[in-house]
DNA sequence: AGATAACCTTCCAGTAGCGGGAAGGTCAAG
DNA sequence: CTTGACCTTCCCGCTACTGGAAGGTTATCT
């Protein structure tokens, strides 16, 4: 199996997965040529982290969630735990992001937004955070 | 006024003020020993700059900003337009956070998080995203 | 005068997670 | 035997800083 043939099945970059080898993720056997030779184990690994990556999993934890997956002495408790303070992170994130959003959504209502130079975002800007 | 100083009256670190300098943001006079020596003018700049930055936006839409702001002819229309980007940025962001979370929620919740190597996580991971 | 400490300077390296692109080897088809 | 599509490694670039090394300047204390 060729790269690029994994890079389609497992829905990855090329790129993405000589990356991943090289810090250590996969390790795909090697042709006499030098070319990568993907087994079925590893395809399916790919396909582990593409779906944790897609659900915002750091790289470091996905490594951590890959042994935990290959382990099949782990404990649950140790995935459960990884993945709740990933949710507590995504939590925090998105609290910080309405926080912007509502302070934002002010400024931009509040701005006639037309060929006059006054602005109420500029304002906002420029004058240090008032109470509110 | 030492960079210290101004590092205190702005919130900014002075490694983020170097940065600021070295990228053009500020341009801060110089003392005949090399040292900086910051005016009001730029204490205002840095001060509108982690402003800015605190409301997320990007160090680029911050020196587009800060043309405006200096800008007296500038039209409004300008400042509203990238604020209004930045919104439906964050729009965005909160929008896909809020999927993974619910997606993530659910595989936490169905943990029993316990001794036993049974993990709806690693499962959900493991799987092909089912139709849902 | 000398020492010490607290400033200041520049420059280099590293962070996360790749993407772009150069330079070069390999292989199947025509 | 050449073309073109693969494959390889390697290095730079991105964002927005942060840490640290190496070294100059200034004020204070003895």
Not at 41 to 51: E, N, P, S, T, V
Not at 63 to 69: D, E, F, I, P, T
Not at 89 to 111: F, G, M, N, Q, W
């Amino acid at each position: 199996m060729t790269i690029t043939e994994v890079a389609r099945r497992s829905g990855l970059p090329a790129k993405t997965i000589r990356y991943y080898e090289s810090i250590g993720l996969i390790r795909p056997l090697r042709r006499p040529n030098g070319y990568r030779a993907f087994r079925d184990g590893d395809i399916m690994k790919l396909g582990f982290l593409a779906r944790a990556r897609s659900l915002g999993f750091s790289v470091e934890d996905c490594r951590a969630l890959l042994a935990l997956w290959e382990d099949k002495g782990r404990a649950s408790a140790d995935v459960k735990a990884l993945a709740s303070q990933h949710l507590a992170r995504i939590e925090a994130k998105i609290a910080e992001l309405e926080s912007l959003h509502a302070t934002l959504a002010d400024l931009v209502s509040a701005c006639s937004g037309d060929h006059r130079p006054d602005c109420p975002i500029l304002a906002g800007l420029a004058a240090p955070p008032a109470g509110r």
